[in-house]
Structure formats: structure tokens, C-alpha cells
């Protein structure tokens, strides 16, 4: 399961193909906060360019989903708890001084952006602007003067990896759009098409 997510999620993140991937998964590794997946680029097979995003480092990508999901399977098999938002910003009140206005399924997404963040920020200078959903994806705003390069780099990735995470549940998912709104759902919380 774990690995399944990585290899889903992850090539549709960095726009591959699942059956012409440029990445491998070599082990997964036990650590306290949770299963790691280790992963490799498969010699001579690049990345395909990525002229919307073109910033973004498909390696960076990939990292920010391997804590993501070491943090989704650290109990086994993965439960959200409801009272998560709170336990966020009661944590980090700093970092979250309002309660992020998003669905259960992006709980390890954010919580596991949350703790590298704050081993990143040794200044305790991070604070979010915002953070919601919007067309289907996470939008979330970090200030930071000291790490504003490491935040933005980052919260990009997690925003990217929101547009394949069912926002309802965490597992892999797509946008869909019903009645002009979209939501990034799993095909057990997709909304039946109606015509
Ligand atoms: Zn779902």
C-alpha cells in the first residue's frame, strides 16, 4: 500500500506516466516517524520538462512525499485523527495561528510539511499567511525572512502533491470538478457525474 501511494502519487506529481517511470523505489526504511521510502532515478531516464512548473525539482517532489507518507503509515494503517487541526495550531501556534481550512485527507501533507519546516526554521520565524483549498489544490502561505527560499520551495511541492492526495482521505486521488467546484478525491469519494 505504502509503496503503491509513492509510486502513483509520486509519478503523477512529477507528470509521468505510471508504466514509464524515471524513479524506483529501492527499500522502505523503519525510522520513529515512520516507514521511509527510499527512492532512485532509473539510470538514463529523465524527468520530462515541466513547462507549467518548471521550477520545481522533481526530487523535491519526490522527498517531500516520502515524509508525507512516512508520517501517513507511521501507526500502520493510516487513521486520521479528528481533532488534528487543533492539535496543530496548539503545537505550533506560531507557525499555525488559525486552524487550516481543508479536508482530513491532507492531514499528513501538512503535518509532515509542518515538522520539517520547523527543523528547518531555527529562527522560530515562520507564520502562515494562508491556507485553504482553492481549485482543487492546497494554497498555503508561509512568511518567513530568514528560510524564505526552503519555505517556498517546499510549500510549492506540498501544493503540487495536494493535487493527487483525495482530500478526503489521503489516498491517491485527481481533480474533479462538479458544479464548477474542485476537489481532489479518491474513486471511493468521487461524486458520481451528473448529467
Ligand atoms: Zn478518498
Not at 142 to 168: K, N, P, W
Request: aromatic fraction near 10%; charged fraction near 25%; include cysteine.
Amino acid at each position: 500500500m505504502l509503496i503503491d501511494e509513492f509510486y502513483r502519487i509520486g509519478a503523477d506529481a512529477i507528470h509521468e506516466h505510471d508504466f514509464n517511470r524515471s524513479f524506483t523505489v529501492t527499500s522502505v526504511v523503519p525510522s520513529w516517524s515512520g516507514p521511509v521510502v527510499q527512492w532512485k532515478p532509473i539510470k538514463g531516464k529523465r524527468p520530462p520538462g515541466d513547462p507549467e512548473f518548471d521550477r520545481l525539482r522533481p526530487a523535491a517532489i519526490l522527498d517531500a512525499l516520502v515524509r508525507t507518507l512516512a508520517h501517513r503509515w507511521v501507526h500502520g494503517r493510516p487513521l486520521c485523527p479528528l481533532d488534528w487541526k487543533e492539535r496543530l495550531t496548539s503545537g505550533m501556534p506560531q507557525l499555525f495561528p488559525f486552524e487550516p481550512e481543508v479536508g482530513n485527507g491532507w492531514v499528513w501533507l501538512i503535518a509532515a510539511a509542518a515538522n520539517h519546516l520547523s527543523v528547518v526554521d531555527t529562527c522560530n520565524d515562520m507564520r502562515t499567511h494562508d491556507l485553504k483549498q482553492k481549485y482543487g489544490t492546497l494554497r498555503w502561505d508561509i512568511a518567513s525572512m530568514e528560510f524564505y527560499q526552503q519555505v517556498d520551495e517546499y510549500t510549492s511541492c506540498v501544493d503540487r502533491l495536494s493535487g493527487y492526495i483525495c482530500e478526503d482521505c489521503g489516498d491517491p486521488g485527481a481533480i474533479q470538478s462538479l458544479n464548477g467546484w474542485d476537489r481532489c478525491v479518491c474513486s471511493r469519494h468521487a461524486v458520481p457525474s451528473i448529467r
